[in-house]
């Protein structure tokens, strides 16, 4: 049991917390959240014993075991799974004598060690470790490479397997989802709610949050305030609590009237279907969207529309990317089209950021085949990396007016900052000692500014917290533009993204479903590769000619089938053209008949002749549809 009472703590001449009191109980997986520099981390901190509090009480349990994420990882020679055996002490402790043992040909040592290693699960620990790294994302064949070999972002997760092969009482983690991908965070939230101690956990990851936790604890005006549930619950529960508050009641019926908006304009059409499902979730759960947007006052902005949308924007045409001449993907045939909103689906490793960089800029991983860019797509890109591009010594005015030129009055960039929490004399400092999240939101702030028609995002919300990540996500809703983004946030996607590519065994092919759809793919494909490794099979790579999951499907390779394919996907894009056109008829019939002068009693006859107008094209539309949906799933193989 960990226990605060009357807890006050302060970082230098900062009150992070004031009278906290909190009960904690074994078992229980809490989630600490609340706005950046709250004090979240210096919390994680006291209870590490790094730091102590300036009053009140922290009690513990006696004999409580505890594991932390290590923030460093030496470039050892050693190899990666026997870097992560040596988070579990005992482990390491009883293998370093019984190797001395051996060395020694000591049999009398060994006997008495053998019985305590069997008791710590000693001679299944190197199989749990690999589990462990499989479920990271390591491939099989270099968990034997050296923990040098890795870079920053791997040896991270070597310290987060660590911190998960330690026997413990008590798992400290603090923003563990931030180098995963979206696979190995779904995995994460599984070995979480299987985990037996207590877990207090930072994270701006609403699902994973969602998923894994019991408890949130949240830091507000330095008060700590524990809720039960999960962290829809807790939302919900604040949401009411603040929706007392005349202003945010106000946000709410704003928000609600703008969801509403695009669900009644898209609902009825197939193009959009998925999209406007998403825009539904988000409209369920108002109450939560609502008291997010209460602690982000100073962060809402928007995408400008764009001057012109060309359509396709982006196609490629059997193309291949790699490196070094060796493919990393090969035979991509895939397009972006005005107003697609493309979610980029894959564990790390498998291409997905070389994927979105070749349809970015081309560059040297662009091997071989076609990449057609429409005259006028003016491409945002956001990468991983954005941050490092950033020069420490600009302040963010200066690193405005160096995007835009001589296109803006000072006054208009000091306003145009305004909106991303850039105040005052804020914007007049160096940026090197930002923090990572302001940073993010200068460099958001950049693209904005660029007024793009396609925007392709690599991991947009890594520094950000769950405010700044609503407004990002709002930004995106409304953006009119095309949007392709590869991100962990399962959250983001959803709300953003209404079709799927999956990159998986060396191709990139559409994915007929949604973020539920493909966290039980790829949950199957790891347990039947568990179950491979259980025969004791030879594992090779799959066969990309023939996908095993049928809920993606992918261009034929022979010549015939390609002909087939090409025409199958042109009366596709008919029939899309004319469910289109069709919905935008509907759509003004039913305008028309919306107009209160048209039942002034002199137009009956309009009126009928407009209703069985409305009629006809409902029904023909109803066909489109149909017709539509039976091509898509005959096209899938389905």
Known sequence: MIQLKSVSLRRGTQLLL??????????????????????????????????APDSGDIEWAGGQRMATVEQETPALEASAVDYVLDGD?????????????????????????????????????????????????????????????????????????????????ILLLDEPTNHLDLDAVFWLADWLVNYPGTLIVVSHDRDFLDHVCTHIAHIENQKLNLYTGHYSDFEAMRAERLAQNAALADKIAKERERLQGFIDRFRAKATKARAAQSRVKALERLPTIAASHADRDDFSFYFPTPKRAPDPMVTLEDVSIGYDGTPLIEDVSLQIRAGDRIGVLGANGAGKTTLIRVIADGGETWLSGDRFVAPGVQVGYYTQHQLD???PRDTPLIALERVAGKTGSTQKLRDFLGRFGFVGDRIFEPIEPF???EKARLALALLVWKAPNLLILDEPTNHLDLAMREALAEALQTFEGAILVVSHD????????????????????????????????????????NREQAADKPKGKANKKAPADPSSWGKPRDKASRA???????????LEAEVERLGKQL??????????????????????RLQAERGEIGARLEVAETTWLEAQEAGSGR
């Open 389 to 391: 591009q950033l020069d």
């Open 490 to 529: 399962k959250s983001l996607i959803e709300l953003v993204c209404d079709r799927f590519w999956w990159v998986r065994d060396g191709a990139a092919l559409p994915f007929d479903g949604d973020l539920d759809d493909y966290r039980e793919a790829v949950t199957e494909r790891r347990r039947a590769h």
């Open 89 to 169: 002490r005992d482990y390491a402790r009883l293998n370093a004598a019984l190797l001395e043992a051996e060395a020694e040909n000591d049999g009398m040592r060994m006997a008495e060690i053998y019985p305590e290693f069997e008791a710590i699960g000693g001679f299944t620990a190197r199989a749990r470790a690999a589990r462990l790294l499989d479920g990271l994302g390591f491939a099989p064949a270099s968990i034997d490479n050296p923990v040098s070999s890795f870079s920053g972002g791997w040896r991270m997760r070597l310290n987060l397997a660590r911190a998960l092969i330690a026997p413990s009482d």
């Open 564 to 574: 087939k394919a090409k025409e199958q996907k042109k009366r596709l894009d008919r």
């Open 587 to 608: 759509a003004e019939i039913d305008a028309a008949l919306a107009d209160p002068a048209l039942y002034d009693g002199q137009k009956e006859a309009e009126i009928t």
């Open 435 to 437: 923090s990572g999240g």
């Open 18 to 51: 004031e009278d906290a009191d909190l009960t904690l109980l074994p078992g229980q997986r809490m989630g600490l959240v609340g706005k950046n520099g709250t004090g979240k981390s210096s919390l994680l901190a006291m209870f590490e014993g790094e730091i």
